[in-house]
């Protein structure tokens, strides 16, 4: 198992991924950060595990609407949220599983003295 550094919204947060997986890792960490950056930019004070949330809502609602053009463009017609979720594929649940439990245990850390 390998450890990576990433910086999100100014602060460093070590965390473990598969070994290989480190460059992938860190680019979904800029990811995650420029969402930060956008929210802040919008002004308001938030709190570290409240910015985080918020950029992981934005990124859910641009995942959702992904799989609505990708079932319009498969001919299908589009579909309602609670079947374009991941309960429809096993290994995506699995995904997101693993991502909300990376996610809790930065959120974690942040809400430490």
């Known amino acids: 198992m390998a450890q990576v550094t990433v910086r999100v919204g100014g602060y460093s947060h070590p965390v473990s991924c598969e070994d290989g997986q480190e460059a992938h890792l860190v680019a979904l960490a800029a990811e995650l950060d420029r969402r930060v ?7 308001g004070q938030y709190g570290e ?4 949330l918020l950029a992981g809502l934005l990124l859910a609602d641009e995942l959702h609407d992904m799989r609505v053009d990708l079932s319009a463009a498969r001919g299908g017609a589009p579909l309602p949220a609670a079947e374009a979720s991941s309960a429809s594929d096993p290994r995506l649940a699995e995904r997101i599983a ?11 850390t942040l809400d430490r003295p």
Do not use: D, H, Q
């Open 98 to 108: 693993r991502l909300a439990e990376r996610i809790e245990g930065i959120a974690a």
């Open 37 to 43: 950056a956008s929210i802040r930019a919008m002004g």
């Open 49 to 52: 595990s409240r910015l985080l």
